[in-house]
């Protein structure tokens, strides 16, 4: 089993470009997680998805959003991207409440 | 909100030492509580979940407690390791957050030959 994967590892955008960070899991689980990680803030969630078909908010939400695809499969998109959405990016999964973490995107904004 | 603090924030051990680390959360109203290693540049490695219904979960030289009611977990790890060196975050997980994983700022911890 891969677990979580995510795509790209590392990313350098300019200021206004769009992108879409990528993340699947072989576990079967159903709920899935964004996170972003940042110097002295800790890991804040940016969106979670419990289900296949459903999303929600989390505590960082502006400037981002989610597709759950399928059951596998969760993407995040940054429509126009500022420097402050420079940060590290992990995606979760989860079953009855343990999560799983992803390697994480490296994402620079200039 | 559920707030998660870990203290110290960081901490140097000469290797063989026996050392706890301290996670406490405000809304006891919890699920589990998770700890976490991370390393340098790394993604997240699950070290122990703790349920909520549970007071202690044991791996190798590492054992994580729990007591909701008073809002605190630790996590202890015996005859420490130069390879145990890393940064160790705790997250609770539901109570009035519901869905989400809230996370302290972590306790680097050194541990030198």
């Known amino acids: 089993n891969a677990g979580v994967t995510q795509t790209p590892k590392f990313q350098v955008l300019k200021t206004g470009q769009s992108m879409t960070l990528q993340c699947a899991q072989d576990?079967?689980?159903?709920?899935m997680y964004w996170y972003r990680q940042d110097p002295g803030m800790g890991l804040r969630l940016i969106y979670y998805s419990a289900s296949e078909g459903t999303t929600d908010k989390g505590e960082v939400p502006n400037g981002y959003n989610v597709s759950r695809l399928n059951k596998r499969e969760f993407s995040l998109r940054l429509e126009s991207a500022a420097p402050s959405q420079t940060s590290v990016y992990f995606c979760?999964?989860?079953?009855?409440?343990?999560?799983?973490f992803g390697p994480g995107t490296r994402l620079t904004v200039t | 909100k559920q707030e998660v603090t870990q203290i110290p924030a960081a901490l140097s051990v000469p290797e063989g030492e026996n050392l706890v680390l301290n996670c406490s959360f405000t809304d006891s109203a919890i699920y589990n509580l998770q700890w976490f290693r991370q390393d340098p540049g790394k993604g997240l490695t699950s070290l122990l979940l703790i349920q909520s219904s549970q007071r202690e979960q044991t791996s190798g030289r590492l054992n994580a407690s729990l007591d909701k009611s008073s809002g605190r977990s630790t996590l202890y790890i015996a005859a420490s390791q130069p390879g145990d060196s890393a940064t160790y975050l705790c997250a609770a997980y539901g109570g009035q957050s519901g869905y989400a994983l809230n996370f302290g700022k972590g306790t680097s911890l050194l541990v030198t030959p």
């Open positions: 979760a999964s989860s079953v009855t409440g343990e999560q799983y």
């Open positions: 576990m079967n689980h159903n709920s």
